[in-house]
């Protein structure tokens, strides 16, 4: 997959993760969590398709802004953000990000959402609930959702990220 469908590209971002961030606002996602922040996200047919070369020229513009991937859901593109997040690390030294509203459970069992899994250093996963909304927690909208080590937590045993 050489394009992704996205609604934006946010750079010097702070609210996507620790530090500036350059973060992918992708199309599409079939959670459809009420209360959701982006539902304008939701169409999987919305924003404009960009290519994976336009969007590593964004990226690599800021040297000390590491990259997030969110959306929509990011897990519905899985091979567009795997391509992608190959040349992340083939090209630069940042660390990746990603939101999905899937559990890393989940994402263990399909495998194209698995490969996109294995490039990423912190997942913030499951559905945003409402119910749980906590606006103070660091990176995430409600206390279900997790912020985990995924290098580590590939070697057997979930690990959450600790910042």
């Not at 750079?11 to 969590?33: K, L, N, S, W």
């Not at 030294?93 to 263990?108: A, P, V």
């Not at 409402?130 to 606006?135: A, N, P, V």
Request: glycine letters at 8%; charged letters at 20%; one cysteine or more.
């Amino acid at each position: 997959m050489n394009y992704i469908r996205l609604l934006s590209i946010v750079e010097d971002t702070m609210v996507d993760g620790p530090g500036f961030r350059t973060t992918i606002y992708c199309a599409g996602c079939q959670h459809a969590c009420p209360g959701c922040h982006n539902p304008q996200s939701w169409n999987e047919e919305g924003g404009r398709r960009m290519s994976i070369t336009d969007i590593m020229e964004v990226i690599k513009a800021d040297p000390f802004a590491n990259v997030t991937f969110s959306g929509g859901d990011p897990m519905f593109q899985p091979e567009a953000f795997t391509a992608l997040a190959k040349e992340i690390h083939r090209q630069t030294n940042k660390d990746i990000w990603c939101y999905t509203g899937f559990t890393f459970e989940s994402l263990l069992k399909n495998t194209m959402r698995r490969a996109l899994l294995e490039q990423i250093n912190v997942l913030v996963d499951g559905p945003f609930v409402q119910s749980l909304r906590d606006e103070t927690l660091p990176f995430r909208g409600s206390s279900n959702q997790r912020l985990i080590d995924v290098q580590a937590s590939l070697k057997g045993q979930l690990t959450l990220w600790n910042g």
